[in-house]
């Protein structure tokens, strides 16, 4: 994985990345994802070795943390590797969406994982009662959740396998950990890999490698100018990243959208998830010609190992783009991405940089997670917010709850 960087780094801050670098290394000892790159997997390997291969699907029941970063890894991996089972993703209340989900599964060949740390999370419940009415047979569940919560008395009570979130490690930082790794290994994704690619970026990070630097310089930036470039863009150019995404956005905006520790002012970075090329055709336009608040990240794969090529082939009237022949997909979209960065360089004004990984892997998307966490942590830090809570989530689910006590009551 590399990262190039485009604009110019905040100078002569080395006391503010030193006194950043160790604020990380000392929330490491309390804050639970840094370290999961190297926990021990055997049980979740077990587990998910010794199911039958009667099981042809998995459903996760999760929302937010709890699905996003399965989601995001398994439909990156997806185009490369047919998944050795179907995972489906049960994340909204909308009944349509319940009933074309439903309409896709054979319920004695699916496997249910109802992963929820706080284990009272509305929308997880509600539809694994729905299911649980329809197949209750506890051997067809697994829980995760946090040890002691209801959903893991429920699920001893019933008999069923439970997991736990290991400790101080929050939803939306939860990817590699059971919530996210148990799926995964279920469904045929090599996690041992993804791991290893987590870790690999830990390492670089925290033992003096090239992206302590680059992701010491970022997170400075972004939070130095964090009310002039209010807005992050991804700008990704690869459909298999469409879910990573939307992990990006739950991770980001969740964790740095925040009243200021100690402060009367609201602060945050918005993020924007692109997928190019499509969104050279739309949003494009207010990165290069509207308001100078946005930043932007490309994502670029370096090879995407595929040789797929536009025919040679000359069509009347279309003499113009005989420029197109025999050129390989992957050179097109590596050109189109190169020629849009260029494009907002010569703007001059636009923070740019990109990521480039190698290929769509397991070791890929494992590094990409671990980037992005390590990132949120480190502008978190210096935007002086507490990353790992959710206020303004949690106040919405307290109003609901409320409503659906009373509506309870008048019944
Ligand atoms: O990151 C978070 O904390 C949230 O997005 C949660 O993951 C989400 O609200 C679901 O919560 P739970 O896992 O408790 O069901």
């Given amino acids: 994985m590399k990262n190039r960087i485009h604009f110019n780094v905040c100078e002569r801050q080395e006391k503010v990345k030193e006194?950043?670098?160790?604020?990380?290394?000392?929330?490491?000892?309390?804050?639970?994802?840094?370290?999961?790159?190297?926990?021990?997997?055997?049980?979740?390997?077990?587990?998910?070795?010794?199911?039958?291969?009667?099981?042809?699907?998995?459903v996760v029941l999760g929302i937010g943390g709890s699905s996003l970063g399965a989601k995001a890894i398994y439909e990156f991996i997806r185009p490369i590797k047919s998944p050795k089972r179907k995972l489906y993703f049960f994340e909204s209340t909308d009944p349509l969406n319940i009933m074309a989900i439903l309409a896709k599964i054979e319920l004695e060949k699916t496997h249910f994982l109802v992963i929820s740390k706080s284990g009272t999370t509305v929308e997880t419940i509600s539809i694994f009662k729905y299911l649980y009415k329809k197949q209750n047979s506890p051997s067809n569940y697994t829980f995760i959740t946090d040890e002691g919560s209801g959903l893991d008395a429920f699920a001893k009570k019933i008999g069923s396998k439970v997991f736990y979130l290991p400790a101080n490690v929050g939803g939306r930082f939860s990817v590699l950990s059971v919530v996210g790794l148990l799926p995964l290994a279920l469904s045929g994704v090599d996690i041992?890999?993804?791991?290893?690619?987590?870790?690999?970026?830990?390492?670089?990070?925290?033992?003096?490698?090239?992206?302590?630097?680059?992701?010491?310089?970022?997170?400075?930036?972004?939070?130095?100018?964090?009310?002039?470039?209010?807005?992050?863009?991804?700008?990704?150019?690869?459909?298999?990243?469409?879910?990573?995404?939307?992990?990006?956005?739950?991770?980001?905006?969740?964790?740095?959208?925040?009243?200021?520790?100690?402060?009367?002012?609201?602060?945050?970075?918005?993020?924007?998830?692109?997928?190019?090329?499509?969104?050279?055709?739309?949003?494009?336009?207010?990165?290069?010609?509207g308001t100078r608040d946005k930043s932007v990240t490309f994502i670029k794969i370096e090879d995407f190992q595929n040789e797929l090529t536009v025919p040679d082939i000359r069509l009347p009237h279309l003499e113009s783009l005989d420029t197109l022949n025999g050129i390989t997909f992957h050179d097109l979209i590596t050109m189109q991405s190169d020629s849009v960065i260029e494009a907002l360089k010569m703007q001059g004004d636009i923070p740019l940089d990109e990521i480039i990984i190698k290929q769509v892997n397991e070791e890929s998307i494992g590094q990409l997670i671990y980037y992005y966490e390590l990132l949120t942590s480190l502008v978190g830090q210096l935007i002086n917010v507490n990353t790992y809570n959710q206020p303004g989530v949690e106040s919405g689910k307290i109003i609901l709850k409320d409503k659906l006590q009373k509506r309870y009551k008048n019944d």
Wanted: proline share 2%.
């Fill in 19 to 58: 006194a950043l670098f160790s604020a990380i290394e000392s929330e490491r000892t309390t804050i639970g994802y840094y370290n999961l790159p190297e926990q021990n997997i055997d049980d979740i390997l077990n587990y998910s070795n010794a199911f039958s291969d009667d099981i042809e699907t998995i």
């Fill in 192 to 289: 041992k890999k993804l791991l290893v690619g987590a870790n690999k970026v830990k390492e670089s990070f925290f033992n003096d490698g090239y992206l302590k630097e680059s992701l010491l310089n970022k997170a400075i930036f972004y939070a130095k100018y964090h009310t002039t470039y209010n807005i992050n863009c991804l700008f990704a150019y690869s459909e298999t990243l469409r879910y990573f995404s939307e992990w990006y956005v739950q991770l980001w905006g969740e964790s740095l959208g925040k009243k200021q520790c100690n402060s009367a002012f609201n602060v945050g970075v918005t993020p924007i998830g692109l997928i190019g090329p499509k969104d050279q055709h739309s949003f494009l336009q207010l990165i290069v010609e």
